[in-house]
């Protein structure tokens, strides 16, 4: 499904393509409440998903499945931040400073995990009819 | 009353939930297309035939909710297919349907931004779908 997310989000947006296009990183996520997980292997322009964590991730996401539901829909704002002060924003950052979010390879990776978040954000998505 | 799961009684007291809870009308807002749920056969469970529920989801209101074919429902904006006892698993609370739809137990099709950003939407639809009491045929 995640695959199939970042898939929609690329065609449908100019701005998330050339982001997919520059992006090389190696993004685990892990879904802590399904024990399941995909590594997301960016080749810029390609996407690899594995099932499960592969070897060599440069950040890896562990959260619940709601939580990373909640990730998606991070709204993206000025400079290509994603926007922490909104209602989404703020349970984001809670979930962070609680532990229930956890980012293994954030420090020194801020970058990395800003542009995985704006390719994977959905929010503020033109309303279109369904595929 | 407890009314036989999928059926036309089952929709009319469905949609009463759904029309009846603020959640939905809050986070419902802005969705403005229709949803298919493909409950497929089971005949060892008692659950003979496919089966199709309609809705007809707008602005944070069910419209109308329908029970019909398998076919009926795939025509849908959005479709969601699942085995009987999938779908039996998501009303009584066993499986989160955002957990199922990630792990692949419920097959989505249609725009998967859109439905991600109704998230909340989607969870409390299913939790309406609970509040619903069920006659189940495999526990006859």
């Not at chain 1, 990730?71 to 532990?99: C, H, W």
């Not at chain 2, 419920?106 to 509040?131: F, H, M, N």
């Amino acid at each position: 499904m995640l695959g199939g997310l970042i898939e929609a989000n690329v065609e449908g947006r100019p701005e998330k393509r050339k982001d997919f296009d520059r992006f090389a990183a190696r993004v685990g996520i892990w879904v802590t409440d399904i024990d399941e997980g995909v590594t997301l292997d960016f080749k810029r322009g390609s996407l690899v998903v594995h099932n499960g964590l592969a070897p060599k991730r440069d950040i890896t996401i562990r959260a619940e499945a709601e939580t990373v539901m909640t990730l998606s829909n991070l709204r993206i704002g000025l400079f290509g931040m994603p926007v922490y002060y909104d209602e989404t924003g703020r349970s984001v950052a809670l979930k962070l400073l609680q532990g229930k979010l956890k980012i293994d390879g954030l420090l020194g990776n801020i970058a990395t995990v800003n542009t995985v978040t704006r390719i994977f954000s959905v929010a503020g998505e033109p309303e279109k009819p369904a595929a | 009353m407890a009314v036989k799961p999928f059926s036309n009684d089952w929709a009319d007291q469905f949609k009463d939930q759904i029309n009846s809870s603020a959640v939905y009308k809050q986070t419902g807002k802005g969705w403005k297309w229709t949803v298919g749920m493909v409950v497929e056969a089971e005949p060892d469970k008692h659950f003979p035939d496919s089966r199709g529920v309609v809705m007809d989801l707008f602005e944070g209101e069910a419209r109308g909710i329908k029970i019909g074919s398998a076919a009926d429902a795939q025509r849908c904006d959005f479709v969601i297919t699942a085995p009987y006892t999938r779908w039996k698993q998501v009303a009584q609370k066993e499986l989160d349907p955002t957990k199922g739809m990630l792990q692949g137990k419920l097959k989505l099709k249609g725009d998967l931004p859109t439905i991600v950003r109704y998230t909340k939407a989607t969870q409390e639809v299913v939790e309406c779908s609970t509040r619903v009491p069920v006659e189940w045929p495999d526990e006859k």
